[in-house]
């Protein structure tokens, strides 16, 4: 088969007919599909050229051979990508909304666009290398330049007079006195607390900070490093407020203090995470499309859809993702090819506000299976109860003669030992050389409280041999002096957590120096060291039902302000009352926790505090209305 040159790039139809003309129809049908592109895809340049880890940006792609392009980063770890990228009608250009996740590992990545021609170079240069970095200073660029020729020949002939230009440039300016660069993060939640950082030159000039719009958003003081290069402001997002950009504003004694970018002066405030309720259809062919239609919540800001593990199912190439009004219903056109693993995927939808869960349940999976049965609406089942107090029937008394077989006793000489030799297969045996590190304590999800200092433990071998702790994503978590035993087995160091590090998980870093060489401690088992950070809720309001019967389960519901941290439930006394995991959320009346609850049919009858535990901390064990249930005899 040979292919035009000017012929149009797109799916084609494989037809194939028998003698009399019949067409013989391909099994399945989209085996039939031809895909005509128009070449390897190829990269030559990329903008920007690095990030911060914990920030959203749109990453532009300019090349060739783009059309139907998926954009990765290898490695691709701690980093979210936008499956449905928008791409110019020539090919040229693509453009991806990415998340760098706080932990993300500080470094070169090589950035790579797949089509259906095949990939770009994975091999890192200059026009696919985009960098994860700790801090950034300022930009500059892109700068254009002429086209620079060789002349070949001797060059006796006088040059004759060439005029180039007009030459196009980005706008140069030179800043005189204070300025401002940008300020992170770009998203804020509702219903959260959190501090907008902006970096800069001379901010110890400022004198107030405003945001525009500032509905919805309470302001407390903000606070400027002695350099006065980064300056923070603590907001407080309310649960209603409206879901678009917002501008920070400095000002100083002479007058507003600019952004050197007036678009890095904007943050988005945004819905929470979503969650993913329900999914229909459960089950999707090979080798054919259909729109998925998931039920939950938060779906608003979507910028994405995708499925882990993909292994052919994703969303379907320049479809579009349609959210309901009110965020509680999505519906995504997908495609599960032909040689579509066959078993279940996690469905994940990625949004302004996060990602939702990424822990396999019935709710959020779908299964790819070669063959798809009869598919059964909702069936409907009257509703089921429970009879209590009816009396029960007294068995009847019988005698029955039961034959047995004759019992006898068999006298025999002691048995043989016998010897039997096998390979007995075992699990992998590891040799460490060296120091290593086995955990930590506390550990995720446990942790430290904010603007607390606490103990962080860690046990291992050869500790004695460490040189430095540092964390992993935030510069505002500090270790002091450490201490370790005469084993080298365990080592304590007080752990200091600012006042302004965002609540969430963190990671540890041990390096130790033997023979003048530092290196990373291994851990053993291969695990990241991290822990919780976190901070004790505001308020607490109520928690419901407030009376509980022994023997029976519950859904109970706590009340109050400042619950996103809190990871376990537990009652004073503890014996008979086992609590479920906690699920966070928001309503019309604020935030609330929901968590199932069952107590034992033995459970000591009398009232009991209820407490909550977040990284580092437990609320207050003292009995008030708020905090306080009541266990009663089954009524």
């Known amino acids: 088969m040979s292919v035009a040159a000017n012929a149009i790039a797109g799916a084609r139809s494989v037809v194939v007919k028998d003698a009399s003309g019949k067409v013989l129809p391909f099994v399945p049908a989209a085996a039939s599909q031809l895909v005509l592109t128009t070449g390897q895809p190829e990269i030559f340049s990329i903008e920007p050229l690095y990030a911060k880890a914990g920030t959203l940006l749109q990453l532009k792609v300019r090349g060739r051979h783009l059309h139907n392009g998926k954009l990765a980063l290898l490695p691709g770890i701690d980093v979210a990508i936008d499956p449905q990228p928008v791409i110019n009608t020539d090919g040229t250009e693509l453009i991806a909304t990415i998340q760098l996740y706080p932990l993300a590992s500080v470094g070169p990545r090589v950035v790579q666009i797949t089509t259906p021609s095949g990939q770009s170079s994975a091999e890192l240069n200059a026009a696919n290398q985009f960098s994860i970095v700790t801090q950034i200073n300022g930009t500059l660029g892109p700068v254009f330049a002429p086209v620079v020729g060789i002349m070949v020949g001797d060059g006796s002939r006088a040059p004759s007079n060439q005029s180039i230009g007009p030459v196009a440039a980005s706008s140069l300016g030179v800043v ?19 501090n907008l950082t902006v970096t800069g030159v001379g901010l110890q000039a400022v004198q107030s900070v405003s945001l525009l719009a500032p509905d919805g958003i309470t302001q407390s003081a903000f606070s400027v490093n002695p350099e006065g290069t ?16 917002r501008k920070i504003v400095l000002r100083t004694a002479s007058g507003r203090l600019s952004f050197v970018r007036d678009a890095e002066s904007s943050f988005l405030v945004a819905a929470p995470a979503p969650e993913i309720i329900a999914t229909a259809p459960q089950v999707i062919k090979a080798g054919t499309s259909t729109t998925l239609t998931l039920r939950g919540k938060n779906f608003r800001d979507v910028l994405g859809v995708r499925f882990e593990p993909a292994d052919g199912l994703a969303v379907t190439a320049n479809g579009v993702i349609t959210a309901n009004t009110d ?30 869960s990424n822990v396999t349940m019935a709710a959020n999976t779908v299964q790819v299976a070669q063959q798809v049965g009869a598919t ?26 039961v034959p047995a077989a004759l019992v006898g006793v068999v006298v025999q000489t002691p048995p043989i030992a016998v010897t039997d030799n096998r390979i007995v297969v075992g699990a992998h045996v590891g040799v460490a050389v060296g120091g290593f590190v086995n955990n930590i304590a506390p550990t995720t999800p446990d942790g430290f409280l904010i ?40 080592l304590t160091v007080p752990v200091t957590v600012a006042s302004n590090v965002p609540a969430g998980r963190y990671g540890v870093s041990l390096s130790q120096t033997v023979n003048g060489v530092t290196s990373r401690f291994t851990t053993v088992p291969a695990a990241t060291l991290q822990f919780n950070i976190g901070a004790l809720p505001t308020l607490l309001e109520s928690v419901t039902p407030i009376v509980l019967e022994q023997g029976k389960s519950y859904t109970f519901t706590v009340r109050g302000d ?28 604020g935030e609330l926790l929901t968590v199932s609850v069952r107590i034992d049919a033995t459970a000591a009858i009398g009232s009991r505090v209820v407490r909550l535990r977040v990284p580092g901390g437990l609320t207050s064990s003292e009995a008030v209305p708020a905090n306080t249930i009541t266990i009663v005899s089954p009524q």
């Open 230 to 245: 980064v300056l923070t402001l603590p907001i407080t997002v309310d649960v209603a407020a409206a879901k678009v950009a």
């Open 451 to 490: 603007g607390s200092t606490a103990t962080l433990a860690v046990q291992g071998l050869g500790l004695d041999k460490t040189s430095a702790i540092t964390s992993l994503g935030h510069a505002g978590i500090t270790f002091g002096a450490w201490a370790v035993n005469s084993q080298g087995t365990l």
């Open 327 to 356: 965020g509680t219903l999505l519906t995504v056109p997908v495609t599960a090819t032909s040689a579509a693993v066959t078993g279940p995927r996690t469905v994940i939808v990625v949004a302004a506000g996060g990602e939702s």
């Open 562 to 589: 400042g619950l996103k941290d809190v990871y376990e439930l537990l009652t004073e006394p503890g014996a008979g009352v086992q609590f479920g995991s906690v699920q966070w959320a928001t309503d019309a009346l």
């Open 376 to 401: 059964y609406a909702d069936v409907s089942a009257p509703a089921v109860g429970l009879l209590v107090g009816s009396a029960t029937t007294e068995p009847t008394g019988s005698a029955l003669l």
């Open 176 to 194: 005189v006195g204070g300025a401002a660069y940008n300020v992170t993060p770009k998203v804020a939640v509702v219903g959260t607390s959190l």
